[in-house]
């Protein structure tokens, strides 16, 4: 049973334009929902989080949507640069525990 | 550069034997949490430490187990490994289990 999906598996974007990837939730117990970035043989690596008392977070060119009624959350990249080219993961948990993660977004920003 | 290493970095092992993947947390961090990353696939959460006890666990079988030690340093054993444990184990250490995770680069193992 997948506690968190996520959509799309791949996305191909041009450089400066806006990358969204789209998360979706089934446990109303969830109280934090942080993406993190993945590079080839690294691990993951936090990249912005949000909890749901708030409907949007930024930081820089990384934005959280945040949809309570929906239970759905999204991250936009703006202005998408080569350098961003990497696998997202949304994720979930309880009292940040035990987290459950999306199925993951390869991102290729092409120059 | 993370504060969590995790050794070996790779690993190939075969079906039935036990392996011991190895993580060092940063000083002062309480917690680690393991995590099974199959090929494409997001991280799958295996158990939590806090403080030297397991503080949770998913749905993974006993053959699968842990131990934290006083040093911040931890360790993963996996007994009558199966060709389905191939994949990257990822390490996360928190100051507590509230508090943000930093994720090591991980053991990728395979069995054969």
């Known amino acids: 049973q997948q506690q968190v999906k996520q959509s799309p598996q791949s996305l191909i974007v041009q450089k400066g334009g806006i990358s969204i990837i789209n998360c979706a939730y089934e446990?109303?117990?969830?109280?934090?929902f942080p993406w993190y970035q993945q590079f080839p043989g690294k691990g993951p690596a936090l990249l912005i989080a949000?909890?749901?008392?708030?409907s949007e977070k930024k930081e820089g060119r990384f934005t959280i949507s945040f949809n309570k009624s929906a239970k759905q959350f999204s991250l936009h990249i703006m202005d998408s640069q080569p350098g961003d080219s990497a696998t997202y993961f949304c994720?979930?948990?309880?009292?940040?525990?035990?987290?459950?993660f999306g199925t993951g977004t390869s991102l290729t920003v092409i120059p | 550069e993370t504060g969590v290493t995790q050794s070996p970095t790779h690993l190939i092992k075969t079906r039935g034997q036990q392996v011991t993947l190895r993580c060092s947390s940063q000083?002062?961090?309480?917690?680690v949490s393991w995590y099974q990353q199959a090929l494409g696939q997001g991280p799958q959460f295996i158990f939590q430490?806090?403080?030297?006890?397991?503080?949770g666990r998913g749905n993974f079988p006993p053959r699968f187990s842990g131990l934290q030690f006083p040093n911040y340093s931890s360790e993963l054993n996996v007994n009558a490994l199966e060709l389905d444990d191939s994949a990257l184990y990822l390490c996360?250490?928190?100051?507590?289990?509230?508090?943000?995770?930093?994720f090591g680069s991980g053991t990728r193992l395979t069995v054969v």
């Open positions: 996360a250490s928190s100051l507590e289990p509230s508090y943000g995770y930093t």
């Open positions: 446990n109303t117990a969830f109280d934090y």
């Open positions: 949000i909890r749901p008392d708030v």
């Open positions: 994720a979930a948990s309880i009292i940040r525990n035990q987290f459950y």
């Open positions: 000083s002062g961090h309480n917690t």
């Open positions: 430490y806090y403080r030297e006890e397991e503080n």
